[in-house]
């Protein structure tokens, strides 16, 4: 916990700071997670703050509702849940993982969503290594349970001395050159 936690927010701040800088007539552009426009990725991002707030408390899954335009807000209150040491302890019951793979699909959600949403509305983006470096070994490990759980998409091949986060991004299903 003790070093993931600025990793963590490192990424939600700079997500965080994206997501402020969206322009209401954006809202509608694509983006490079196909199922989301800016106003749904944003949403998307409240619902993932709210339910990993609940998650870090060891509580339910929570439903999504409706875009607030309060993700800067509700990623402060995740945070701060996830700040204390017991929400680092065991698994949750809701979703039967251990907390630390919970801390790190959070960690792919920021790094991932983050480029999606500055592709998207034509902001530069520039992941802290840390976190990509952190977010491909743990989605390495993982991208088999997520395409089954239809969270990352079929691979996007890149070349094998791709920089990092172009690894990560084809291996969930993102085409690093993606353009709106």
């Known amino acids: ?44 991002l409240e619902w993932v703050a709210e339910m990993f707030e609940s998650l870090g408390r060891k509580g339910a899954m929570v439903e999504q509702g409706p875009y607030a335009g309060d993700f800067p807000e509700r990623a402060e209150r995740m945070l701060a849940v996830w700040s204390r040491p017991e929400a680092w302890e065991g698994s949750n019951p809701a979703m039967g993982l251990p907390m630390t793979t919970l801390g790190h699909m959070w960690l792919v959600d920021m ?57 990560l991004l084809g291996l969930i299903g993102r085409d690093p050159a993606w353009k709106p």
């Open 1 to 44: 916990m003790d070093d993931m936690m600025p990793v963590m927010t490192r990424a939600t701040e700079r997500t965080a700071g994206l997501v402020r800088a969206v322009r209401q007539e954006q809202l509608a552009h694509a983006t490079p997670c196909a199922e989301f426009d800016v106003k749904g990725l944003i949403n998307h």
């Open 111 to 167: 790094v991932v969503h983050g480029w999606d949403l500055a592709r998207a509305t034509g902001q530069e983006y520039d992941p802290d290594p840390e976190a990509v470096s952190r977010a491909l070994s743990f989605t390495v490990q993982m991208v088999e349970m997520g395409r089954q759980r239809g969270v990352f998409g079929p691979p996007v091949a890149v070349p094998d001395d791709a920089p990092p986060f172009d690894r």
